[in-house]
């Protein structure tokens, strides 16, 4: 059974850095891509980050943090992490780790949609 577990969330100030973490269980990294949405307050969830399956992975990051963020994985640790630094308050927001159980990144990793399993998530406030 499929398993995502987020953590690494938390309070920071805009300009700081945070490094979320994804803990998987049910499948394996070398053959599923993984990948980041967010939801802020009011708004609906957005794809943030996808990392495809194998060793040499191929990544995608939404352009309005692309430069900012950062995907990678560890699959001895069977981790994704979300790499997030030069945070602005349009950052705030729950964070949750998704995957379709496919190998590549597609369109289902940019908006909300049924072929997802996705974590609890975990709360991103960027505030002074």
């Known amino acids: 059974q499929v398993h995502l577990v987020e953590s690494g969330g938390g309070w920071v100030q805009p300009g700081g850095s945070l490094m979320l973490s994804c803990a998987t269980s049910?499948?394996?990294?070398?053959?599923?891509?993984v990948g980041w949405f967010r939801q802020a307050p009011g708004k609906e969830r957005e794809g943030v980050a996808c990392i495809t399956s194998g060793t040499d992975s191929d990544i995608w990051v939404m352009n309005s943090v692309r430069g900012r963020f950062s995907i990678s994985k560890d699959g001895a640790k069977n981790t994704v992490y979300l790499r997030m630094n030069a945070l602005e308050s349009a950052d705030t927001a729950v964070y949750y780790c998704v995957t379709d159980r496919r190998r590549y990144c597609s369109g289902n990793y940019v908006e909300d949609n049924d072929m997802l399993t996705w974590g609890e998530g975990t709360l991103v406030t960027v505030s002074s």
């Open positions: 049910g499948f394996r990294l070398d053959t599923t891509a």
